[in-house]
């Protein structure tokens, strides 16, 4: 396996194939539809054609009257009685007195085929009497806008907030007014972000089973097993430690799999089945109709500049709606959006505004792309306007060691300065634009996350390894973890397996989110590891009568440690792992822990782009992405990590946004209408992987997932900006409005 | 609705199965035949996920009929690799991390492939139009074309 360049271990930082690739390319890995179970049946779910409806009459009879038709379920079959956030998962899993949004679940059906669930499904009969409603951010905050839900405003919001306000949040430092006074100029702007879905292309799976003992088994996509398991336990009043969840394959998550949707209703229709295991597979539709979408936003941005680039002040106002329940991110779209500059005074203030939409999931970074667009476009056009070039501006505002951040607390290593040097040495910023070109920089930022972590490791007879992780491997995380295993331990790569496992063999990992799984999982295994080589040492002390203290692991052996210990030959991993049934029993490490040490991760875009006068459409002509990656164990897919996430915030620059009719229903629930980039969109993405190591992980990984998402909103209004001189401040920047943009001023 | 029998070929192999005449070919192959490997990401022909060839055209399964594949010859990701040798393309999708989630990775195989078979020197714009039906979210399509690059190369080498 060649090495990089400077490389300083003998494994970390290698490319070796992924352990899990040979049944990826074959067709044999199994997601989360592709498990059948003896007796099954399908379910299908009846979904609210309405945006907001009071649900007067379900009627099942003629679903049941068809033969094969083994169940049907409404929110009468789940426990009353629930509270705050396991309230919220039921009321989302299946409705209550109220439809809450256009897709929304009321019953759902099991039967002997998905056709006939499907055929069942549309049996169901339900009487809805329709209520006002209302999907966009600035229509739901207003005081007169239809109420989503009296009293789910918490403690946070203040009296005499419009009613759709559930959270509040005011926060900064520093004096703002005297900040303003001192710029040269002061700038302001309004922004919108539309509601983009994490795209993942495997649509939500699970075969769920659960018998009227109470306890039950379940086979689904998930970026989080336990999390699956608690709350399917919550909405379901069972006992946690009854139902058994086991992670498929994940065909793609992005945050969207960390919760849940109709994973509860395939339990409950077991139950109501007689324990007949239940399958349940979305269709598109469902997917983009009922799952995941992002929070839509609408931005105020106030900054003050000096003639220099020197900020001064900076204001941030964001509303943001994320669906008929808590849960929009503004709180992180506001510790993100200034998070790249060293402010001396700053204030922000945010609205989580209920709507009559999906419950908004996680999505990459969630809040931070929203942020970014606002605050790294309103920089852009000061840049411009000053005469100032927009990373030596990035350079003299940025945040270093040791600096309070914008959102309070103070960083720790972070790399933003290595990063934005190493962008102006890349050779993209030599090329050569020509007309209706134009070059868009921004940055993006996004921390890092401990999370309950639990790992074991153990030794096998042979001398090899077997790992067991929590979290699901979405992109390379196996690779990443047995790279990192090997090393500690001194073996070969290929000898160290590592399963991602059920929640029966753990004990709670949260999901593969916030950036953690290399982190989390990864610091957990070095720690299992080095835990299992104190074991090996002493196995070797006993054998040669000396102290255990006196014995140190080198290069996959315990050897005595120096000449005062002893004269014996290195005994080898193979060795010790071979008789350890009579030295004492199996060799294993386990360590669980929330770790702490995480490392946040800046990262700046750069992109080129060609603006067609005529119809308005953008090319993207060139793309760079260099991210701090604190140290990049497995490289080859790091690069994946920033190429997939430069490529996602693209789509949401571009083309994605979620359509809403008058009535208030999704407009574009297929992939036909709700765009994600394809191949033919794309220029190769280049990437420049910046190592500024983080102290708190034994290898010194960043996570480095999220980021990427964050720069291309700006980063393409940005160049927009430049090839065209007009300023699009609303997304997606289709070539309609870019267009009209052009058009409206004369162009 | 009563069943059709339907007698095809698969990978080389004569199968057959009971078709609802409403199920998707794509619905036949997962369902009645265990051959999970092709996916649905959309049902709708946009996503490309359940790529197969039908008498050697590249077609989405899940818009063609399980009644359709009568007396024909389908590939699937499954009959790619041959006696326990992967295909370049395989190969390359693994050694340049061309896949992270994997699931649209049987249907990028299948479609590269008939593209390899059609233009075996394709440009780079080419394989970008030719994959353009095939929606991958994970990486940003730069290591799927890179890795198609490379099997192209290696397999005109071999030629």
């Given at each position: 396996m060649p090495k990089d360049e400077f490389q300083k271990y003998r494994l970390v930082g290698t490319r070796p194939n992924r352990p899990d690739g040979l049944d990826k390319v074959t067709g044999r890995a199994r997601y989360g539809a592709d498990i059948s179970a003896p007796g099954m049946l399908w379910g299908a779910v009846v979904r609210s054609p309405h945006a907001h409806a009071k649900i007067v009459k379900i009627d099942a009879s003629k679903a049941l009257a068809l033969a094969g038709v083994k169940a049907v379920i409404t929110r009468a079959d789940f426990p009353d009685g629930l509270t705050g956030e396991p309230w919220n998962l039921q009321e989302n899993t299946i409705a209550g007195?109220?439809?809450?949004?256009?897709?929304?679940?009321v019953a759902a059906v099991a039967a002997t085929s998905r056709l006939l669930a499907e055929e069942a499904a549309r049996l169901v009969e339900v009487t809805y009497e329709v209520l006002p409603h209302v999907t966009e951010v600035d229509e739901a905050i207003k005081p007169d806008a239809p109420v989503i839900r009296a009293g789910a405003a918490d403690a946070s919001v203040p009296e005499g907030m419009p009613p759709n306000v559930v959270r509040y949040m005011e926060f900064g430092h520093g004096d703002v007014e005297a900040g303003f006074a001192e710029a040269d100029i002061v700038r302001e702007g309004h922004y919108l972000t539309e509601a983009t879905h994490q795209g993942y292309i495997e649509p939500h799976a699970c075969l769920g089973q659960m018998g009227e003992d109470g306890k039950g088994e379940m086979w689904v996509t998930t970026q989080g097993q336990w999390y699956i398991r608690k709350m399917c336990a919550d909405v379901l009043g069972m006992e946690v430690s009854q139902l058994r969840v086991t992670p498929s394959e994940?065909?793609?998550?992005?945050?969207?799999?960390?919760t849940i949707f109709m994973e509860p209703l395939s339990l409950a229709l077991s139950k109501k089945a007689g324990g007949k295991p239940v399958k349940i597979v979305m269709s598109r539709s469902e997917v983009l109709r009922a799952t995941g979408p992002t929070a839509s936003a609408s931005m105020d941005v106030k900054i003050g500049m000096k003639k220099d680039g020197t900020i001064t002040a900076a204001t941030a106002n964001f509303r943001m709606q994320g669906g008929a329940f808590p849960g929009a991110p503004v709180d992180m779209a506001l510790y993100c959006a200034f998070a790249a500059y060293k402010l001396p005074a700053v204030h922000h203030v945010g609205y989580d505004v209920l709507a009559n939409r999906p419950r908004a999931a996680a999505y990459r970074a969630p809040g931070s792309p929203n942020g970014a667009f606002a605050v790294e476009s309103l920089v852009d056009q000061m840049c411009l306007e000053l005469g100032l070039d927009p990373i030596e501006v990035r350079l003299k505002n940025a945040v270093r060691e040791g600096d309070k951040s914008s959102y309070g607390p103070k960083f720790g290593s972070i790399g933003l300065i290595e990063t934005l040097e190493a962008t102006k040495d890349h050779p993209n910023l030599q090329a050569p634009l020509g007309p209706n070109q134009g070059r868009g920089v921004a940055a993006g930022y996004w921390f890092n996350h401990g999370g309950e972590t639990s790992v074991s490791m153990a030794i096998s007879e042979d001398g090899t390894a077997q790992v067991s992780v929590g979290t699901p491997d979405v992109g390379g995380g196996r690779a990443s973890i047995a790279l990192m295993v090997a090393e500690t331990l001194g073996i070969r790569y290929e000898d160290v397996r590592v399963n991602v496992v059920e929640t029966g063999a753990l004990g709670v990992n949260e999901p593969t989110h916030g950036s953690r799984a290399t982190f989390a999982s990864g610091k957990a295994a070095v720690e299992a590891t080095r835990q299992a080589i104190g074991e090996l040492c002493k196995r070797a002390a006993a054998d040669w009568g000396i102290d255990p203290e006196a014995v140190e692991w080198v290069d996959g052996a315990a050897q005595p440690a120096g000449p005062n210990a002893g004269k014996f030959p290195p005994m080898s991993l193979a060795e010790i792992a071979g008789k350890m049934g009579s030295t004492g029993g199996p060799i294993s490490g386990h360590h669980e822990s929330v770790p702490e040490g995480v490392g946040a991760s800046f990262g700046v875009h750069v992109v080129d782009v060609e603006v067609d006068p005529e119809t308005g459409r953008t090319t993207i002509l060139r793309y760079l992405v260099v991210q701090d990656a604190g140290t990049a164990i497995h490289p080859a897919y790091v690069e994946g990590q920033y190429q997939g996430g430069a490529v996602q915030g693209i789509g949401w620059a571009l083309n994605e946004e979620y359509v809403y009719g008058k009535d208030g229903r999704l407009q574009n629930p297929i992939f036909l209408d709700y765009r994600v980039p394809v191949a033919s969109d794309l220029p190769m993405i280049d990437t420049v992987i910046v190592e500024v190591p983080n102290p708190g992980h034994p290898y010194g990984v960043r996570g480095v997932g999220e980021t990427g998402i964050t720069p291309p909103l700006p980063a393409i209004a940005n160049a927009i900006h430049r090839a065209t001189g007009q300023r699009l401040r609303h997304l997606p920047m289709t070539p309609a409005k870019v267009l009209a943009a052009i058009k409206a001023n004369g162009g | 609705m009563s069943k059709i029998h339907v007698t095809t070929t698969v990978n080389g192999d004569a199968v057959e199965f009971l078709a609802d005449p409403r199920e998707t070919l794509l619905d036949c192959l997962r369902d009645h035949l265990g051959l999970t490997g092709s996916k649905e990401g959309c049902g709708t022909g946009d996503c490309g996920a359940c790529s197969v060839t039908l008498d050697g055209v590249l077609v989405s399964s899940c818009l063609v009929l399980g009644v359709e594949a009568q007396g024909k010859q389908i590939g699937t990701i499954e009959g790619m690799a041959t006696d326990g040798d992967l295909h370049p393309l395989q190969r390359k999708f693994i050694e340049h991390a061309a896949l992270q989630c994997g699931f649209c990775t049987p249907g990028i195989l299948v479609a590269a492939k008939a593209l390899l078979e059609k233009k075996p020197d394709p440009t780079e714009t080419e394989i970008r139009y030719w994959l353009a039906g095939n929606l991958c979210r994970c990486t940003g399509y730069d290591k799927i074309v890179r890795a198609v690059q490379d099997a192209a190369a290696e397999m005109r080498e071999k030629a």
């Open positions: 007195e109220r439809a809450l949004y256009d897709g929304h679940a994940i065909g793609g998550g992005f945050g969207g799999k960390t | -």
